[in-house]
């Protein structure tokens, strides 16, 4: 069709239905034709009245159940026409833009990048896990960590053990993001885990100054500018409950206490 200002009909195609925007089905596609019994869709889209002849190849069929007959014609970009060819308005394409933003998500997905690696208990040289922050806006990205991985020489966790996991968020965006991060655990042994999650800043200045269980622990509103990253340090302790160390100590002793730390990072690009 050639350049026009289009008009947009109140419809809008949704996989195989067509639904007004009251989310009304008006409409089903089944192959190349469109059928409807709607009499107000029907007249809508074959009462062309715009001067322009149809000049992209067919797409659909629009079908009147009741009168047994096709009313109007569909092109491949969606503008309806009625049977003389004239142009009457255009079907928002809903199925077109739902596969771009899955197809974005999945392209997010797949270009986060997670190098996973032990790191000492105390360094002044960190070396964090990092972490890219999804690229799309609203974007939330989860992962798994085992803080029971090997820490230098130490191959026993047991109560009262207290370690630090450090980790980066990287923002490779041209803007700058707020960040919120939330932790929860997968804890199969009721180990009394707790933890302080704080930014490993040099002035060591804390959000979090108490130990609290994974699924109470919480950052928000947090700044990265563009092109740039923050570091985060994760302290864990387990902690001496008085009542089940010794079961507890056998259990990490014969190696059976797996305790994982699920990060989610919720991002929102910011517009300045």
């Known amino acids: 069709m050639r350049n026009i200002d289009k008009k947009i009909l109140s419809y ?43 000049d992209e190849s067919l797409k659909y069929n629009i079908y009147s159940i009741k009168n047994n007959k096709v009313v109007a014609k569909v092109d491949k970009h969606l503008n309806t026409y009625s049977l003389n060819g004239v142009y009457s308005g255009t079907l928002y394409d809903m199925t077109k833009f739902l596969r771009i933003v899955v197809g974005c998500i999945v ?72 960040i919120d991060i939330n932790l929860d655990e997968v804890n199969e042994y009721s180990i009394p885990m707790i933890f302080k999650l704080n930014l490993h800043e040099s002035d060591n200045s804390n959000i979090n100054d108490y130990y609290v269980p994974a699924n109470s622990l919480e950052l928000n509103n947090i700044y990265i500018p563009a092109n740039s990253s923050r570091i985060f340090k994760l302290e864990w302790y387990w902690k001496n409950s008085g009542t089940n160390d010794k079961d507890d100590t056998q259990i990490a002793s014969t190696g059976l206490a797996t305790y994982t730390v699920k990060i989610t990072v919720k991002s929102v690009l910011v517009y300045e």
């Not at 089905?25 to 009499?39: H, P, Q, Y």
């Open 12 to 54: 809008y195609l949704y996989f195989r239905t067509i639904k007004d925007y009251d989310k009304k089905v008006v409409a089903r596609v089944k192959g190349n034709t469109i059928l409807s019994n709607d009499e107000e869709f029907l007249e809508n889209v074959s009462s062309g009245k715009y001067g322009l002849q149809m």
């Open 107 to 178: 392209l997010a997905l797949i270009t986060i990048c997670l190098v996973f690696t032990n790191i000492a208990k105390t360094s002044s040289d960190v070396k964090p896990i990092s972490l890219i922050v999804s690229e799309i806006d609203g974007g939330i990205v989860s992962t798994e960590w085992n803080i029971f991985g090997k820490y230098k020489d130490d191959k026993v966790i047991y109560p009262g053990k207290k370690g630090e996991y450090y980790f980066e968020l990287i923002n490779k965006n041209s803007k700058a993001l707020n």
